[in-house]
Every structure is written in structure tokens, then in C-alpha cells.
């Protein structure tokens, strides 16, 4: 496997266990409080409406010409890459609260459990929306990122097949132990994928706007130590400037 | 329409985000990018400088509207 090939599956993996993660803790919360039937009607019809979505535009994205591509997906990429990479370095230099997904998991659970019940189509139709909005709005996530990285490298079933192997470890934990994954360090997860797709956003957006780079494809690696080694220097940068104003 | 302006928020706050300032200041950077790889000009450096400032620039904005 190529390092580019190594990169796309890693990063697919990375950032859609980490959108699967927050739509298990939705799921989980409906399901416990309106009923397992009605919140896997709502995780199915999510899922249908994913693939529908993937069908449409995935052989879209693979009819524009690869330049053209990677310059749109790289500029997409980095925009999208440096909001992930903002919040986990605001995160893990302590400007930002760090997600907790036990305290979503229980807001999502008295909010669930408070719901007035209405049936529809025999589901409890608090669970079946509950459960496919959160899967779709976290799905939609990784369609996305499966489809840019997938295109822009010339292989969209190896990103697929990333999400997949994602999406059988998240489910297969979640439903071993019935709760939020809250142990997973999601963080550290965020940082990971921010730090991928700003490294794959500089590459291809400078690749579509017609320069080249020395080394060609083996520079991906010198822009993602840079990318690592910039980002922990603004981690280090932003914790001392919060130790300062604390101590001050 | 009221779907298709929803669809079109949520597109908006998933690739944009909280600060669109981003957004603009990437496009402007690969729009160099592209000028100077057109004029014969050494190009890749641009981006990879761009980027760190770019984020620098959105950190400090988020730290100070905390």
C-alpha cells in the first residue's frame, strides 16, 4: 500500500469513528429511553438515505477532471481540516471544555425520557426521529469525507472501506457495552483527523492550483510532520499563555 | 424550500463553520498559489505558510471572543 494509500485509509478510519461515536451516543440514548424497534427503524431509514446520497454524487465526483478536484476538495479540506484542528488545539490547551460524551449521553437520555409519545407507522416516533436525525446529520459527515478523500486520491472504495472498518468497531464495542463510548479519547482522535485533513488540504489544493511538489507524492510526509509539529508548538504556545492569565 | 435552505445551513456550518474568515483567507491563498505556479514562480511553500498563519489567526480570534 502507497503512503498516500495508507494516509486515505487511516484518515477515513480516524475521522469516521469519530463521527460514529457521537451518533452511537444519540442512538443509545433513544434506544434505552423510547425502545430498541423504533430507534433501529430510524438507524435503517438513516442509512438508506446515506447510500442513496453516496450513489448520486459519488459518480458525480469521479466524472470531474482530477485537477479541477483536488484543487476544490483541497481548499474544502483544508477549510474543514483547520475548524478541527482549531477546536482540538483550544481543547487541549484548555480554552475549550472537552466534549464529554457521558454528559451528552445523559442530557440526550432526560430529554428522550421527557418526550411525549406519539406512534406512527407502529414506531415511537420520538426514538425513529431522535435516532435517524443523529445518524444522518453524523453519516452525512463521514459521506463526505469518504467521498473528497476517496476522489481526490483516486480510490473511493479504500476510503469506504476505511469508514466500514470504523463503523464495525464503533457498533460492535457500542453494542458489547450498551453505553457512550466516553473512554475513547476523542480528542486526541479530532487533533488526529484535523491534523490529516489539513495535511491532505495543503497537499491537493496546492497540486490543483498547478504547482508541483519536490519529491511528488512522498512530500505528503514533510507536510504532515509540519503539520504535527506546528500544531503541538500552538498547543504548547496557547497553554502557557492560559497558565499565565491564571497565575496572573 | 424551507428544506433546501436548512440543507444548505447545515452544508454551511459543516464546511465553514464558526468562522468564515477561514473560508476566504484559504481561497485567497490558493488564488496565489495558482498565480504564482502560472507566472513560472516556485509555488508549493505558499500554502503550507499560509496554513499555520491562517489558523494562528483563527485561534487568536476564538481566545479572545471566549
Known amino acids: ?157 479504500l476510503a469506504a472501506a476505511g469508514a466500514a472498518a470504523a463503523l464495525v468497531l464503533v457498533a460492535g464495542v457500542g453494542f458489547a457495552v450498551r453505553a457512550p463510548l466516553a473512554r475513547v479519547p476523542e480528542n486526541l482522535m479530532k487533533f488526529s483527523v484535523g491534523v490529516m485533513l489539513t495535511t491532505f488540504g495543503i497537499f491537493w489544493s496546492t497540486e490543483g492550483a498547478g504547482a508541483h511538489w519536490p519529491g511528488s507524492d512522498a512530500a505528503i510526509l514533510g507536510v504532515l510532520g509540519f503539520v504535527i509539529v506546528v500544531s503541538l508548538l500552538f498547543v504548547q504556545l496557547l497553554k502557557r499563555e492560559r497558565l499565565e492569565a491564571v497565575t496572573a | 424550500m424551507k428544506w433546501l435552505a436548512a440543507f444548505g445551513r447545515f452544508w454551511w456550518d459543516f464546511v465553514v463553520g464558526d468562522d468564515w474568515r477561514v473560508a476566504v483567507l484559504v481561497a485567497v491563498a490558493i488564488g496565489v498559489t495558482a498565480a504564482a505556479a502560472h507566472s513560472d514562480i516556485t509555488a508549493w511553500w505558499i500554502m503550507p505558510v499560509a496554513a499555520p498563519l491562517i489558523l494562528w489567526l483563527s485561534l487568536r480570534r476564538a481566545i479572545r471572543s471566549a
Open chain 1, 1 to 157: 500500500m502507497s503512503t498516500g494509500n495508507a494516509f486515505l485509509f487511516l484518515s477515513a478510519f480516524l475521522a469516521s469513528a469519530v463521527e460514529m461515536v457521537e451518533a452511537l451516543t444519540i442512538v443509545l440514548a433513544s434506544a434505552l429511553a423510547r425502545g430498541w424497534r423504533s430507534s433501529l427503524a430510524g438507524v435503517a431509514a438513516a442509512v438508506v438515505a446515506l447510500a442513496a446520497i453516496t450513489a448520486v454524487l459519488g459518480p458525480a465526483l469521479t466524472a470531474i477532471p482530477l485537477n479541477a478536484l483536488r484543487l476544490v476538495i483541497g481548499g474544502l479540506l483544508l477549510v474543514f481540516g483547520l475548524q478541527w484542528l482549531r477546536k482540538a488545539i483550544l481543547r487541549a490547551s484548555g480554552f475549550k471544555a472537552l466534549h464529554d460524551e457521558d454528559a451528552i449521553f445523559a442530557r440526550e437520555l432526560a430529554d428522550a425520557e421527557g418526550a411525549a409519545h406519539l406512534e406512527r407507522a407502529g414506531l415511537d416516533w420520538y426514538g425513529f426521529v431522535l435516532s435517524f436525525k443523529g445518524v444522518l446529520l453524523e453519516g452525512l459527515e463521514v459521506v463526505f469525507i469518504v467521498l473528497t478523500f476517496g476522489s481526490a486520491q483516486g480510490s473511493i472504495p
